[in-house]
């Protein structure tokens, strides 16, 4: 079958014929219909995050898919059904206390591995296998935005960790600000407005006329270029966040989210960086985080529980925003469309079958 992979030693990726998989007991087929690119793909693509299969060189991509169930192999699914899988899978070295509790999201990068990013093939591909409990049912009338589920759930997980991290106070947020108009940033944006804020904010660096700031603003949200305004001088340029989301994975955004929150408020850390050094007065912040009860908190991956909520909050997006997010959607023999770069380009997806 056919698969969009990225081999070791290349720079971009290309399609490969690779073994058709076969479900092992408790597995089910499925046929893919759309996959999506995200800020994660181009990294791996890159090579600054993820890895290989073991002993493999190459790695099929793709890691935001949706597809309907092919062969249930004796499982609780039906052949027809539209499901969108998990990314977490145990390591090759067998299972640990994450994957027993239900927890794959909350295992350390060396207890997992992660598909179509690290240590494990995508499902940019014809087919794909995957444990029964690992699919998550999307509604047929949502199967051409089933791909959207996955990222998606990323920002159901890290706003419940925020939120959670707020419930020992009565904490009531109306301000929230996104850094970061990619596709991750503009959904949370969207989720934001679904969930009562009632001023929202996102950071991006362009230049007007761009398709992102419209987004933006017809979300209702204010757009700050932060060429203009750096992100701990926020406050005085506008007010303090109750509530910062960090999508752009530049590493200072972290540090200055201390300043961008108002009292009380929360950081939720969604970007890799690569490695950076820089100066940061430390005790500054650190006595700004202490007197002023702010609370910073990672968050990486999403379980089955997201993915649930995922499909319920995509089930409410207007569909303007999906038409106007979605800026492609490309069949396998022009994949490579999916995976431009430009300010044209907003979320993509690979499709394999129509819907
Ligand atoms: P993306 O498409 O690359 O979006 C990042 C956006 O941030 C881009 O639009 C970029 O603007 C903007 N940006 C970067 N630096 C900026 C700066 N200094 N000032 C203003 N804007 C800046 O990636 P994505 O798919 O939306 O994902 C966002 C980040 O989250 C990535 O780092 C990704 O690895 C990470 N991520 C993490 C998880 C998780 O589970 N933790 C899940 C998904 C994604 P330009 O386009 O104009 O350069
Ligand atoms: C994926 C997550 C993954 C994270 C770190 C994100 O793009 O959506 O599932 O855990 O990258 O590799
Ligand atoms: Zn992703």
Redo the contacts with the bound molecule.
């Keep these: 079958m056919k698969a969009v992979v990225i081999r070791r030693g290349e720079n971009a990726p290309t399609v490969a014929d690779v073994p058709r998989p076969e479900p092992e007991r408790g597995e089910v087929l499925v046929k893919t219909l759309r996959v999506g690119v ?3 793909d ?2 791996v693509i890159e090579g600054s ?1 993820g890895s290989f299969p073991a002993g493999q060189d190459y790695l099929v991509l793709g890691h935001e898919a949706v597809g309907v169930v092919e062969d249930a192999n004796g499982t609780s699914l039906e052949a027809g059904d539209i499901v969108a899988p998990t990314v977490r899978r145990p390591p090759d070295d067998g299972t640990n206390e994450y994957f027993e509790r239900g927890e794959a999201d909350m295992a350390p990068p060396d207890e997992c591995v992660e598909r179509g990013i690290d240590g494990a093939h995508g499902f940019m591909a014809e087919y794909f296998t995957s444990p029964a409990e690992t699919l998550v049912s999307v509604p047929d009338e949502l199967a051409e935005w089933g791909f959207l589920v996955e ?1 998606i759930s ?1 920002s159901e997980k890290a706003i419940e960790h925020a939120n959670a991290s707020r419930s020992a106070f009565e904490w009531n947020p109306d301000s929230g600000l996104v ?7 503009l959904l949370t944006l969207a989720m934001l407005d679904q969930r009562g804020y009632e001023r929202t904010y996102c ?4 230049d007007r006329p761009d398709p ?1 700031i419209d987004i933006i603003e017809e979300l209702g949200g204010t757009y700050i270029d ?1 060429r203009v305004t750096p992100v701990d001088q926020i406050p005085d340029a506008h007010e303090s966040m109750d509530f910062v989301y960090e ?4 590493a200072k ?1 972290a540090f200055e989210t201390i300043e961008a929150l108002a009292p009380g408020g929360v950081g939720a850390l ?4 690569e490695p950076w050094e820089f100066e940061i007065d430390g005790g500054k912040l650190h006595k700004e985080f202490v007197m002023n009860n702010k609370a910073l908190v990672g ?4 379980g089955v529980d997201h993915f649930e909520a995922a499909v319920e909050t995509l089930a409410d997006l207007p569909s303007w925003l999906l038409e106007d997010l979605v800026t492609g959607v490309y069949e396998l023999d022009d994949y490579e469309a999916a995976f431009r770069d430009d ?1 044209t380009t907003i979320k993509t997806a690979v499709q394999f079958n129509q819907i």
């Excluded at 950071?203 to 362009?206: I, K």
Aim: glycine share 20%; no cysteine; aromatic share 2%.
């Design positions: 995200d800020g994660t181009h990294e995050h990222p990323i850094l970061g108009n990619g596709s991750l940033g950071l991006g660096r362009r992102t932060s999508a752009t994975g530049y955004h969604l970007g890799v960086p968050s990486v991956n999403s300010e």
